[in-house]
């Protein structure tokens, strides 16, 4: 047990000896701590050595393997300086053993390029005096603070002007605070924050190729001070995407998949294979005003208590492939009746097997289950939008006998069928989840297929696409949490770039009961919320 959950003695002597352990104590972790950002610098050292070797390599000779190798260790590298910025952020935020805020000493920054525009914001101190309600100021001087800005198309500096006054009846100095920055101590304003995170986790570019293109407009921004911000910014956002996940948990049908991602194993020259794993709520298709929503979590491989950890605290049905990962929740907890969850399987899935042995065989007998299923779906389209309750009498009245007549053709074709053929296999594969495919026509708030868990799940295949692979376990979880919030402002309609930069300006203050107001479907501009005022 550590010392410090320790309960504390009562006697002086045996007080002082506690104190003096915990101390003790302290100076391991730090120590240990210590030792590993050490080991990560030197790694991350080894590797930049590396790559620079690549690179003069490639100059010497065009080589498509050559140019992989660079790109795997660009994208190792910025993850692993992710990882030490969100640590570095975490440590921060933690109070020190003295009560003060931990700090890492830095160097000099870079100077903001001088043939950017300037703009000027003045933060002019409220009259009258706070000291003695004088109403006549002097200037004595000024604090300036620069911070480098995007707007889209274009960068430019923002100058945090904060004039200094004495009151001259009192000679009190009033000076207005400096607003709070999203990275304190550091350039980056919210603009560009979002810029960065959209840019990487909704256009697909990862940090080194936005340093290319920053570099086109005569802004040098390594990839390394890029990295720093994204791993602090997933601290900042933390508790955004908790209160997503919340959301989407609440919901009395939810969707869920998941995605195979090449994440880069150190040490082993090779990538292994993690999980992306998505649980979506979205009741637009039964005229629900609850807003949609879409949690994602990363995990570094498939197991069920992964699948069991994402949707435990669920509760009603879960739309869902045949993933043998998601048994144990269709199953009663000891000393429950009913499960925690009710399977709702997927016609899209079941279509696909059918489909495929069409398309490779031509099969009549594929061609016909192909034709009842594509009537069933052209029932859902026509109630789209429409409520529980009309939803529920068509299914009754138009698919339930469309399914009976197909249950009966799929029974037969499959007593004529070669029990190892493709045509059976596709066939069991309905036949053996009957139940939780017709689901749907016995609650109107169900749905025929998981579509909108595989929409959800498209826009990382697009990133896995470009970027080949994550970089590590720690960059798979920052890229769950970013794409919680990215994929959620989509889905309310939102520009996510503008959303996510006024969130990235104010988090940092908002109270974190009001974390709520945040939301997508919640968030008003701060320039509305000021014309309002």
């Known amino acids: 047990m550590s010392l410090a959950t320790a309960s504390l003695p009562t006697d002086p002597a045996e007080l002082r000896a506690f104190a003096a352990a915990l101390q003790v104590e302290m100076q391991r972790e730090i120590a240990a701590r210590n030792a590993e950002i050490h080991a990560k610098t030197l790694h991350i050292e080894k590797l930049k050595a590396e790559l620079a070797a690549l690179r003069r390599a490639r100059f010497g000779r065009s080589s498509e393997k050559l140019d992989r190798a660079v790109e795997q260790l660009e994208l190792v590298i910025g993850d692993i300086e992710e990882d030490q910025a969100e640590t570095e952020a975490r440590t921060e935020a933690a109070p020190s053993a003295s009560g003060r805020e931990g700090k890492r000493a830095r160097g000099g920054r870079r100077p903001l390029p001088d043939h950017l525009p300037r703009e000027e914001v003045v933060h002019e101190p409220a009259c009258p005096c706070p000291n003695c309600g004088g109403t006549t100021f002097s200037r004595i001087g000024q604090d300036e603070r620069e911070v480098l800005e995007y707007v889209p198309s274009y960068f430019k500096r923002v100058a945090h002007i904060r004039p200094k006054l004495s009151c001259r009846g009192c000679e009190t100095i009033v000076q207005v605070p400096m607003p709070s920055l999203p990275i304190e101590r550091g350039q980056p304003g919210s603009g560009l924050l979002a810029h960065v995170a959209v840019s990487k986790y909704c256009d697909h570019q990862p940090l ?15 990839r390394s001070v890029m990295a720093g911000w994204v791993g602090k910014l997933a601290v900042l956002l933390d508790p955004l995407v908790e209160a997503i996940g919340r959301h989407v948990r609440a919901g009395a049908a939810v969707h869920a998949d998941d995605t195979p991602v090449p994440v880069l194993a150190p040490g082993l020259g090779r990538t292994k294979t993690g999980r992306l794993w998505v649980m979506l709520r979205d009741e637009r298709p039964w005229n629900s005003t609850a807003p949609p929503a879409a949690f994602y979590r990363y995990s570094p491989d498939r197991k069920g208590e992964h699948a069991e950890a994402l949707l435990d605290s669920c509760r009603g049905f879960l739309h869902a492939d045949g993933y043998a990962g998601f048994g144990a929740l269709y199953q009663p907890e000891p000393g429950a009746e009913a499960p925690r969850l009710v399977e709702v399987a997927c016609w899209a899935h079941a279509r ?23 009537d ?6 026509e109630i789209r939008g429409r409520g529980p309750e009309e939803r529920l009498a068509a299914r009754q009245d138009r698919s339930v006998p469309i399914l009976k007549a197909l249950r009966l053709f799929l029974d037969e074709a499959l007593a004529r069928t070669s029990p190892k053929g493709k045509l059976a296999v596709a066939i069991r594969y309905s036949t053996t989840r009957w139940a939780a495919l017709t689901r749907y026509t016995t609650d109107g708030r169900l749905e025929m297929s998981n579509n909108a868990a595989e929409r959800a799940i498209r826009p990382l295949a697009l990133g896995r696409r470009n970027w080949t692979f994550a970089g590590s ?4 979880r ?6 919680t919030i990215i994929e959620s402002a989509k889905m309310n309609g939102l520009d996510v770039e503008a959303y996510l930069a006024d969130v990235i300006a104010r988090i940092a203050d908002h109270p974190i009961k009001r974390i709520d107001d945040l939301l997508p479907w919640n968030w008003r501009p701060l320039r509305q919320l000021d014309q309002a005022a």
């Open 208 to 222: 080194h190729r936005q340093a290319e293109i920053y570099a086109r407009a005569g802004v040098e921004l390594d």
């Open 376 to 381: 069933l779906f052209a029932v859902e389209r």
């Open 473 to 476: 376990d720690a960059g798979g």
């Open 478 to 483: 920052r890229a769950a949490a970013m794409y």
């Open 352 to 374: 696909r097997y059918l489909y495929e042995v069409y398309d490779s065989t031509g099969s009549a007998t594929a061609r016909t289950a192909l034709e009842r299923i594509g």
